[in-house]
């Protein structure tokens, strides 16, 4: 730990920040009322939405869902802000941390691309510090990930556990090491926006030894509400607040809100947890079977919901997955990716055609007539 810490993980906040008010929104003293007329809304519904309760201005930080969010991760309501996507989480956490110009994040390619974007556009420095590609899959090459966070002075270290795209899940004791090394001097900052597909623990709980470390979760994968934005930072109560005198006032639209209470409700959890089942329970297979296909120079094991394989021909598979409908991510512009296609998990009718179109195409050549 460094000498001069004194706040914990507040001196890792901008300094112009740190006792930055955001902007005071109708919402922010709220008191008890009879007659609302504080907010400039209109006095009747929209025609179009009578009864929707869509005339007032939301909660910034609707109580219900932060507990319910709270409870289903496992940690108190002020270690979360909710926000438009863990996306948000991202801009926010750079936003806070990172002095335009001056400091700099860490991330481990090939990674989630939003961690670069944004600090691209706050004016951050980006060190990369390749994942290895070992026989076991990607790996995480922690020693070098501390070592270039110290030299860069980096404020944010970005991991993702399940990788996107790599899909492996990284070690709790090394991420705990990591934070313990960089107490003082950077937040280890823990995208787990798949970790319900690897049916491991969350790291959460790192953050009742750690007050450096921070954690995306969302709502846009197992639960399937990717339209509906809904992402969450879970960390150190102080560091929620900044992050949320930084956020926009109204983040939240109330329909979202409303969808997301619904699918974090039992019953829903419920069918999530077998839709994950099932996801996984396909993944094996479609792994499986795609290891065992001649044109396949490798498929990487996954915790996630997605499978990341190498091709002898990744153009040509594109093509022809794209003439037969089936939609798949070329990974191939990515360092260390040129011949490599991201494949989601969909339904086993869904594997089965993309298993079909391979086949065909790695046969004599011959094209099957689809009658
Ligand atoms: C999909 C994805 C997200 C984005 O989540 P939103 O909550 O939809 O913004 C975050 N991180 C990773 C690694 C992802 O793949």
């Excluded at 997301?260 to 999530?272: E, I, K, M, N, Y």
């Amino acid at each position: 730990m460094s000498a001069d810490t004194v706040n914990g993980v507040l001196d890792l906040v901008r300094p112009d920040l740190r006792d930055f008010a955001g902007y005071r929104s109708a919402r922010s003293d709220r008191t008890e009322g009879r007659i609302w007329l504080n907010a400039n809304e209109s006095a009747w519904d929209s025609p179009a939405a009578a009864g929707a309760g869509l005339r007032r201005y939301p909660e910034p930080q609707p109580q219900a869902l932060r507990e319910a969010l709270a409870g289903m991760y496992g940690v108190a309501p002020s270690q979360v802000l909710v926000g438009r996507g863990s996306d948000e989480g991202i801009d926010l956490l750079i936003r806070a941390l990172c002095r335009p110009g001056a400091d700099a994040v860490v991330i481990t390619s090939p990674t989630f691309g939003m961690y670069a974007v944004c600090a691209r556009l706050h004016g951050a420095r980006v060190v990369d510090v390749p994942l290895l590609d070992t026989a076991d899959g990607f790996e995480c090459d922690f020693e070098a990930v501390a070592a270039a966070s110290e030299r860069a002075a980096a404020r944010i270290v970005f991991l993702c556990s399940p990788g996107n795209p790599s899909g492996t899940l990284l070690p709790r004791d090394a991420i705990r090491r990591l934070a313990s090394r960089l107490r003082g001097r950077a937040v280890v900052v823990v995208d787990e926006a798949y970790i319900e597909y690897a049916q491991a623990a969350s790291l959460a709980s790192l953050l009742d030894e750690f007050d450096n470390v921070a954690v995306l979760r969302t709502l846009s994968k197992a639960h399937a509400l990717a339209a509906a934005r809904i992402g969450t930072v879970i960390a150190a109560d102080a560091l929620i607040g900044v992050l949320q005198r930084c956020q926009a006032p109204y983040p939240l639209p109330l329909p979202c809100v409303e969808a997301a209470l619904a699918a974090v409700s039992r019953a829903a959890r419920d069918v999530t947890v077998g839709r994950v089942q099932a996801t996984v329970d396909e993944r094996q297979r479609l792994y499986a079977a795609l290891r065992s296909l001649p044109g396949v120079r490798r498929a990487y094991p996954s915790r996630a919901n997605f499978l990341l394989v190498r091709f002898d021909d990744a153009g040509g598979v594109c093509r022809r997955l794209l003439d037969a409908g089936v939609v798949v991510r070329d990974m191939r512009a990515q360092d260390a990716l040129g011949d490599a296609l991201r494949i989601s998990i969909g339904t086993p009718e869904q594997s089965a055609q993309v298993l079909e179109v391979l086949r065909r195409g790695s046969g004599a050549g011959a094209r099957v007539a689809v009658a």
